[in-house]
């Protein structure tokens, strides 16, 4: 998918370190580092994605590794490699089983 | 006659079979749908490989429109589809889609369908979509089902 449009699309290959603010209009795909802040339309941290700061997007898939604070407006997973700790803003969520969750959950549409 | 086949149970063919035969009816009754033969072993290894407690033991149910007040202690299956305020500590505890626990909820297994409000302590964590969960949470292994709602502290021990 992230293949065949890479216009607005952000590859942070494995052993990148970004250091800084990125402001991606449609797909981060994260297998390095990033520290700072990330904003993207849809996130994939892969396995071997880390990501200190700020995450936030409408769809956020984690299979890494994300400290300090996620905000998802649409979808959330946190997959069974995926490692979140800090606060977690979402509208809706999933935990695969072995995914790791440490710190303050927050529903942005509780009533929903 | 009683007195007499009891003194010789083993040179009399007849009371010996007729004993046997009404215990064998007695085996095979409560379970015809699996040869007696196989069912034992197969009772055996179940009981080895998963928790004593969820084979043996009957669950304690809260139905739906009960409301419990107080503390619930279980060394077994709690399933709550009512309503509980208070404390719970139970080895494996479900919260059924209608079910609603407000207070503290200590456990080894957990289930939630339903809402939950409170501090919880468990193992293994499982919260279904259609869940409510609001609280303080300290759990081993977690799982979310895509849906369910859930807000508060989570630490992972």
Redesign the interface.
Known sequence: MAEVNQQGCLFVGEGVVLVGNFEVPDIASISGTVEGELTAKQVLIEATGIVRGKLTGESIDIRGEVNEHVSSTR?L?IRSTGKVTGSIHYS????????????????LD?HS | MSIFSKNQPSAENEPSASNSEEAVQEFVAPNQEEPPSASPPEQFTKAESTPRSNVLSKPSIISEGFVFEGTITSDGVLNIAGTVLGKITAKSVLIDSGGQVDGELNSEQLVIKGRLQGSVNCEDLNVGPLAQVDGDISYKYIHIQRGGKVSGKFIKN
């Open positions: 979808s997973i809706e969520i999933e935990i695969e089983k072995g995914g790791h969750l440490h710190g303050d959950l927050h529903n509780p």
